[in-house]
C-alpha cells in the first residue's frame, strides 16, 4: 500500500514564524502535492512538484514555498506565519501519467496565533 | 480555482438507505474522480471515470458520467454509518496547463445515521 506520512499532525506557531511541513511517500511517485483545505472551499493546490528539484505553483502560492531535494520528500515552508494560514494541509502524492489518483497523507492541522 | 461543485452539502441519511451526491463542473474533462475524507483525515480515492465512460461500479459504489450536462453522480448503495465521511469529486481538466492536476470541490458531508 502506498504510504503518504506527513511530519505533524497537530501544530501551534507564532505570527512570523519560519514553518517547515514535511511530507515523504514510500511508493516512488513522481508527482507530490501540498494542498489546503478550508471549510466551505474545499481542497485548493498550493504548489506541486513532478520532479525532483522541480516545482510549480498552484491556486494559491502567495506565502509558500516548497522544497524537493529527494524523490520521496517533499516540504512546504511558510516563511513568516500569518493567522490567515491557519488551516489543514495536505499532502498527497501520485504517479506520472495523465490519469492521477492522488494519495494522501493524514493531514497537518496548523495553527498560527 | 474551483471546478467542481458537490450538491447537496450535507446529506443525512438512515443505515441501508441509499445515497447519492451530484458534482458539477465547468470545462471540458479528461477524467473525474470521486474521493472520501474521514474527519479530520486526509483523503482516499474511491473510482476514477474516464470522460469516453458513462457508469462504472466498485463495489456499493456507482459512478455516472454526464459530459453533456458536465455532471457526475455518486450513488451509496445500502449506506453503513462507517460511510459518514466527506465526499468530494475531483476533475481534471482537458486544458489544464499540467495533466496531473487535480481540481476538488467542496464537497457533501454524508451522515448515515444507525
Known amino acids: 500500500d502506498v504510504k503518504v506520512t506527513q511530519s505533524s499532525r497537530y501544530l501551534v506557531k507564532r505570527t512570523g514564524e519560519k514553518v517547515f511541513l514535511e511530507c515523504v511517500q514510500d511508493?516512488?511517485?513522481?508527482?507530490m502535492f501540498w494542498y489546503r483545505q478550508d471549510p466551505g472551499l474545499g481542497l485548493r493546490l498550493i504548489y506541486f512538484s513532478y520532479d525532483v528539484k522541480m516545482k510549480e505553483k498552484g491556486d494559491i502560492p502567495e506565502g509558500y514555498s516548497v522544497s524537493r531535494e529527494k524523490k520521496e520528500r517533499f516540504s512546504l515552508i511558510l516563511e513568516s506565519a500569518s493567522t490567515n494560514q491557519t488551516s489543514m494541509y495536505l499532502c498527497?502524492?501520485?504517479?506520472?501519467?495523465?490519469?492521477?489518483?492522488?494519495?494522501f497523507g493524514p493531514g497537518t492541522r496548523l495553527t498560527v496565533t | 480555482s474551483q471546478q467542481g461543485e458537490e450538491d447537496p452539502q450535507a446529506l443525512s441519511i438512515q443505515e441501508g438507505e441509499n445515497a447519492t451526491m451530484n458534482c458539477s463542473y465547468k470545462?471540458?474533462?479528461?477524467?473525474l474522480q470521486w474521493y472520501r475524507q474521514n474527519s479530520g483525515r486526509g483523503l482516499v480515492h474511491l473510482i476514477l471515470i474516464r470522460s469516453n465512460e458513462r457508469e462504472k461500479h466498485s463495489g456499493r459504489l456507482r459512478v455516472t458520467l454526464d459530459t453533456s450536462k458536465k455532471s457526475s453522480s455518486l450513488l451509496i448503495t445500502a449506506s453503513r454509518a462507517a460511510d459518514t465521511a466527506s465526499y468530494f469529486c475531483a476533475t481534471v481538466p482537458t486544458l489544464s496547463g499540467s495533466a496531473r492536476q487535480l481540481t476538488f470541490g467542496s464537497g457533501t458531508q454524508l451522515t448515515v445515521l444507525p
Open positions: 470545462t471540458s474533462i479528461n477524467n
Open positions: 511508493m516512488d511517485h513522481e508527482n
Open positions: 498527497a502524492s501520485s504517479l506520472a501519467g495523465e490519469v492521477p489518483e492522488q494519495y
